[in-house]
């Protein structure tokens, strides 16, 4: 029984990486089309974000299947907790560059004269997501405890995106349009940080077992 569970529970962590293989590409592609303006990317991440959806119902139903098979406990228990809400973590990551393909659509459709460099902010979340993996892949509490302590740079960020663009509505009343679009592709980002620290704190769970959400 004990060796059939970790054959299992090594099926699910190979499951889990390659879904986050796959997000972290699309997100990566989202934002190389917002910066080459490359439409034609846009429209494949907005296209393909189902095999996502479908992936991540495939990696929950195997967790499910399982816990009612071989009631695990201990760490066993913690890491198919932690991958069920970090497969969901991943599946709304992956909404989100999609979101950020389809606001760069928008605005390409709009002729919108109105941009904003999201490249350090972008880089700052990438790093994250790909620290958050690690973590999980390495069993590295340092790191996630790191990734964690990075979202605040990813806030700041966001803020100073946000004051700018209230600065170029007032004058540029105009194009109020376009650059709340572009300021939804900076919330877009900070909710991609904050679910990539919700995947940083399951780790830490999974290595520590305590929950450190909300502290």
Known sequence: ??????????????????????????????????????????QKIIDTDFQIDEREIEVEEECLKILAL?????????????????????????????????????????KAK???DYTAMADQAAKMLRMSLDALVHLNVDMAYEVRDMDKDVN??????????????????????????????SRHLERIGDHTTNISEEVIYLIEGEIIRHS
């Open 70 to 110: 071989y009631q695990p406990v201990a760490m066993d228990l913690r890491f198919l907790v932690a991958v069920v809400k970090i497969n969901n973590d991943l599946e709304r990551i992956a909404d989100y560059a999609a979101n950020i393909a389809q606001r760069f659509k928008t605005s390409s459709q709009n």
């Open 156 to 185: 700041l960020m966001r803020n100073e995106a946000y004051d700018s663009m209230k600065r170029d509505i007032r004058n540029q009343p105009e194009m109020v349009g376009d650059i709340i679009n572009m300021y939804l592709i």
């Open 114 to 116: 109105f941009k904003y």
């Open 1 to 42: 029984m004990a060796t059939h569970l970790q054959k299992q529970i090594e099926k699910i962590k190979k499951e889990i990486l390659s879904l986050g293989a796959m997000v972290e590409d699309r997100f990566q592609k989202a934002i190389y089309a917002i910066k080459v303006e490359d439409l034609e990317l846009a």
